[in-house]
């Protein structure tokens, strides 16, 4: 496939999702309100080239390794990878080898469900192993399925998340959004915003086990989820301008809950940062008998 392509996905309900495969990415979901009006929850543009230049982690699938890694390398075995340090010193996203920089292949679609396919060669990306990534979404209804999987011939990392960015009301500011995590503990950050390795309570400014008013506060942190199972609630959002409420399942031990622009937001699912460089984080580590597989559900209520 040469050119990047759109494709439009429909659920029973009307709900509309807009893939691409650049990146494997989302840029648009609609909700269809009871004026039927069709309501964007995501952020989009018109114009793709905003996806590939300013905004390149929009809706995207993110990995091999999502989020940040220390200097951009770590060890494995006894050999040291290097990644591309795209946040000097460190890595975020993969950097610019990132899955969310490659046009995959779409291997089936139908009106309501796609499949993507990738391939990256060993240390194509500085990351070990021929692999291959398939990344696929499913309406059911008012629930957006996501599912991962990444097949290696050998040990390598891995940790895939789609970085959608939401907005569920009409207002530019997110302050007056309500958010909750089922989490039991969050992750610490030095000043490169890398974890340093602890894991923390929940003080009150983090505490979000109930729905909390966003108001003024930022997040940018990996929360640790009390249960990470895919028919258990993990997050959740609501807006009562439009009272759309978005919950978030996921199998992942960890969600980034990121409300930096105080625009948009994102529930990211996935593992820990700098996981190849922390042994007391859960294991990121794949092989070729033991590939890589996730799943994330965003359900809409409205």
């Known amino acids: 496939m040469s050119a990047n392509t759109s494709i ?17 990415r989302i840029s648009s979901i609609k909700i269809p309100l009871n004026n039927n009006e069709e309501f964007e929850v995501h952020e989009h543009y018109e114009d793709f080239e905003i996806y590939k230049t300013t905004r390149k982690y929009s809706g995207a699938t993110v990995g091999p390794y999502a989020n940040r890694i220390k200097g951009g390398n ?7 990878y290097q990644l591309d340090q795209n946040e000097f010193p460190n890595s975020l996203h ?37 692999r291959t990534f398939i990344s696929s979404y499913k309406l059911i209804e008012d629930d957006i399925n996501i599912e991962w999987k990444v097949i290696t011939d050998q040990t390598t990392v891995a940790n ?18 309500f958010f909750m995590i089922n989490a039991n503990g969050y992750l610490p950050l030095n000043e490169e915003k890398l974890p340093t390795g602890k894991i923390s309570e929940l003080n009150e400014y983090y505490n979000l086990n109930n729905f909390q008013r966003l108001g003024t506060r ?13 028919d258990d609630l993990s997050a959740a959002a609501y807006c009562p301008e439009t009272d759309i409420t978005l919950e978030v399942y996921t199998d992942q031990p960890g969600i980034q809950f990121y409300t930096g622009n105080k625009k948009y937001f994102c529930f990211e699912t996935q593992h820990f940062p700098d996981s190849p460089n922390i042994s007391s ?17 965003y359900r809409f209520n409205y």
């Open 8 to 24: 439009s996905l429909t659920s029973i309900t009307g709900l509309k999702v807009v893939v691409n495969s650049y990146g494997a």
């Open 74 to 80: 770590f060890l494995l075995g006894c050999h040291q």
């Open 94 to 130: 993969s950097g610019s080898a990132g899955l969310h920089a490659r046009n995959w292949e779409v291997v089936s679609q139908s009106s309501f469900e796609i499949v993507f396919k990738t391939k990256l060669n060993h240390l194509e990306d500085g990351l070990p192993g021929n």
């Open 160 to 177: 895939l998340t789609n970085h959608a960015y939401f907005n569920l009301g009409r207002s530019t500011h997110l302050g007056s959004h």
């Open 218 to 230: 930022v997040f940018d942190n990996n929360f640790v989820l009390s249960q990470p199972n895919i």
């Open 281 to 297: 984080f859960p294991s990121t580590l794949i092989q070729e008998l033991k590939p890589y597989q996730h799943k994330c559900i």
